[in-house]
């Protein structure tokens, strides 16, 4: 069952088309991420849907009721949408149990319980119930914040961003609490985001957007190995893009043969291998490339290699540090798996 459905939508600030035309449907229970670099659209789409902003054109449908038309609009208020935003935006001159309860129509014994409940479920401390936001860390202000859009027990809970103040092994841990949260309470979850890691392992269903347009909405695995352009692709990691000639499912390529996910394709495209579909051999089969540069990171290495030939094309790959290479080394390439072709 659909449970949001945007048609058409756009909105403009002036010269900026902020939304140029979002078509998306969001499934009763499913989380769905939004993922596209700063100033893409992202907080614009949220906004409209939770009801801060009107949209110029198209329309919101959530759970059979129109919030958004031509005609009119549902107040923010009575659309039973929670929001988290990129800071929590926590009253810092309230408690963090005032905080919870802010907005809550009921008696305060009522609302301290619902708090204390809430406080369960994101997995804090209730001790910290009465201490005010800036006594607490910044993932457990987002857990708060979080904590507080439950209260309302909204239908759909919009994430803007929510964990990109902390730092990375905070931020992943807060990421899988609050999944494990919203999961355990059945609230579908649009989550935006500029981090494709975030989206890809937080989503099941993923809108890559583009300056107000969304370049493609899929599976997770699909935006990943489906990509529909060269920058999409590159968008969601790092994609290793090649000229082709193709017929009868395999590519001509400057990595050699290779099999295509399109087997209806023929003649000139471009193609695309991921690195974990590239392995690197001192001997044997394969393309043969020369490493030109390396870079040690720890458990990775990241190198440059140039393939022989004519055109002298070149990529780059992280490779596990369990090899030395040196620069000017000749090896072999192995490649794994389908090349996909781009439409
Ligand atoms: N209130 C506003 N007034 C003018 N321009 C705005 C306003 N809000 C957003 N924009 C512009 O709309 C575009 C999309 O912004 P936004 O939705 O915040 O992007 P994102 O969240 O993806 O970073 C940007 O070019 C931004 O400058
Ligand atoms: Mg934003």
Redesign the pocket.
Known sequence: MTLLQLTSLSKRYGAVAALDGVNLSVAAGSRTAIVGPSGCG??TLLRLVAGFDEPDGGTIAFDGEMLADASGQVPAHKRGIGIVAQDGCLFPHLTIAQNIGFGMEAERRVKEAKAAELMDMVGLDRAMLSRKPDQLSGGQQQRVALARALARSPRLMLL??PFSALDTGLRTATRKAVTEVLTAAGITTLL?THDQAEALAFADQVAVMRAGRFAQVGSPREVYSRPVDPVTAAFLGEAIVLPATIAGGRAESPLGLLPVDDASRQGRAEIMLRPEQISVFQTGEGASGTITEINFCGPTTDVRIALGGEGAFSFRLDMPSRETFLPGDRVRIGVTGTAHVFR
């Open positions: 992202k907080t803007d961003e935006v």
